[in-house]
């Protein structure tokens, strides 16, 4: 079945600091890929996605492109803030499937 | 346009108990997704409904269960609680059964 294998932390970092977080999947088809972010006590949040191979998707500052040659989509981003502290899950879904398969989720803390 | 919303947001149960979960799907979306986020692990797929019937289910046994109502709303119901039921659930909605999901900020569920 469709799986997701990233980074899982936890990940501390000082402001500024420059922030990726690896993220690779299996699936077939040609499944549409996502980041979530979880702030501290919230639901899931939307950062990012790409629908299809070469796509960048970009939000808030973090980038991550669809790599189907290598099946990955890594996070990243170039200042990190303390704002961004969060838990951050990559996922996929299967072009038309019903469900979103999440990975185990990385925590991280930015400090100041 | 209101969110996804979710009730209770705290629930505390004893083993053995049933539960009902509520979800408040965003305006114009018809299909509700429940998932189970146990502390430190991503989201799993309990079940998805799409205009009032289950549309895929995840490896969950039959103790849970759910219903969408056809004002799109949904419940999760589960039976004969164990320990292990202890979780944030989360319900995404969206307008389509592969279409983007949003997701609500969940019910903290746990079982004593």
């Known amino acids: 079945g469709d799986s997701v294998t990233q980074m899982e932390g936890p990940v501390t970092l000082s402001e500024e600091a420059f922030l990726t977080i690896n993220c690779t999947y299996t699936?077939?088809?040609?499944?549409?890929l996502f980041w979530y972010v979880q702030y501290p006590g919230e639901g899931l949040q939307l950062l990012l996605k790409?629908?299809?191979?070469?796509d960048k998707g970009s939000n808030k500052g973090f980038e991550a492109t669809y790599r189907k040659e290598t099946t990955s989509f890594h996070l990243e981003k170039g200042s990190v803030q303390v704002s961004d502290s969060a838990v951050y899950f990559c996922?996929?879904?299967?072009?038309?499937?019903?469900?979103?398969?999440f990975g185990k989720g990385m925590k991280l803390t930015v400090n100041p | 346009e209101t969110g996804v919303t979710q009730s209770p947001t705290h629930l505390i149960k004893t083993r053995g108990q049933q539960v009902t979960l509520r979800c408040s799907s965003q305006?114009?979306?018809?299909?509700v997704s429940w998932y189970q986020q146990a502390l430190g692990q991503g989201p799993q797929f309990i079940f998805q409904?799409?205009?009032?019937?289950?549309?895929g289910r995840g490896n969950f046994p039959p103790r849970f269960s759910g219903l969408q109502f056809p004002n799109y709303s949904s419940e999760l119901n589960v039976n004969a609680l164990e320990l292990d039921d202890s979780a944030l659930y989360l319900c995404?909605?969206?307008?389509?059964?592969?279409?983007?999901?949003?997701f609500g900020p969940g019910t903290r569920l746990t079982v004593t």
């Open positions: 996922a996929v879904n299967r072009g038309g499937s019903e469900k979103l398969v």
């Open positions: 790409a629908t299809k191979a070469d």
């Open positions: 305006s114009g979306h018809n299909t």
């Open positions: 995404a909605s969206s307008s389509g059964t592969g279409a983007e999901q949003y």
């Open positions: 699936a077939t088809g040609y499944p549409s």
């Open positions: 409904y799409y205009r009032e019937e289950e549309n």
